[in-house]
């Protein structure tokens, strides 16, 4: 979005301090544009409204972007028990990011307050579509850990992870949150990356006191994400001290399965052929789920999770939509949904008339929009071919065949 559209916001807000919808929508773009002073200022008429929430965001986010977490914690928690919408999942990874890791190292009643924060709760209700992976991660994760003794009586083994791999956007991340909120567990998020690079000769560390804190809080779910930075094919300055990092993982892994704790894994990665294959024994990531772009009845369901709260015109049919949105992943759709909002926007801001988006605004969205799973696809097509010896890609080569990818 650009500064001329913000400049015009603010032009018009001027004119109209009054009007609240013109001054959420000048917050709203000052965020993105990340001018959060600016934004924080702008929105400090809004705190006796009913949009209380984004002003307390905006305040989150300049606490996030000064350094102070804490605040930045409280502020981000306040916004959106006041208003669902405002879950900002980026500003929520760098406020776990940062909470999560060292946690082992904080007082008592830190942990406390850390594990409060375990609280921003998505449901298997937000995420469209996967009906049958909701399906597999109740039987691999959620049924055991409310469950066990069923389990037992079965004589079935509980821990060992699940991995999630697939195109980017197609809700990896959201799926991992929503396991955890579906059940009240804790969720750990640990981004291998980050930690590779912010904890250089103490990621070992790091990651054992991350597995200590969660059987501690348990029920819990960790979610790692990006488990192919722990691929033994990497040759960058990370493979030497990956290594000793593998090491580590698999000791807490297989340390889970004996003791039968409450405590699940899940992993998620574009890369799946850069796993190291140590990491798919049994009692590892031994169960392999591809998560692929959504089909068509998901992609209404997701464009109408995004669309919910705005002004929709009756000429707009959800369906029709999905239908023109092969390939596309969530995150395009989410997209999607915001470039028909900011034509709309762009012209009620000259106009003055606050129209609803119509159909109209959708297909003017649609032509400047593509999918961005292809070329992952493509790129998946030649795993499939050549190394799918052990069937880990059995399902993604099904999709495959089915979508005609070649
Ligand atoms: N099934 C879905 N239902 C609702 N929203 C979705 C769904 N899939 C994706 N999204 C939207 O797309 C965004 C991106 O999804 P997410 O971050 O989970 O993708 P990912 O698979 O983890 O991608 P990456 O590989 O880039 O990490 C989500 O924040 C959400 O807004
Ligand atoms: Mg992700």
Redesign the pocket.
Known sequence: MSDDLISLLLSTLEEKPDNDRVRVQVVTQLLKARRYAEAVEHATPLRVTEHKGLAKLAGAHLANSQGELETARVLYKEAITSDRKLID?QLETELEGVAKVPVSGLEDDKREEHENENRLRVTFA?????EALKEKIRLNILYPLQKPEIYAAYGKKIGGGLLLY??????????ARATAGEIGANFYLLSLNEVLSMWIGESEKQLSNLFKTARDHAPSVIFI?EVDALGGKRSDMHSHHSRSMVSQFLIEMDGMVADNQKVMVLG?T?MPWNVDSALRRPGRFDKVLF?PP?DKP?RE??LS??TKGRKIDSSVRLADIAAKTDHF???D??HLVELATERALSEALKSGNLRDITNHDFQAALKESKPSTMEWLRRAKNYVNFANQDGMYDDLDQYLEKARIR
């Open positions: 999942e937000e995420i469209g579509g996967m697939g195109p980017p956007g197609c809700g990896k991340t959201h799926l994400d998620a574009n998560v959504p998901a369901q997701i999770i995004h992943s969530g995150a759709l989410a």
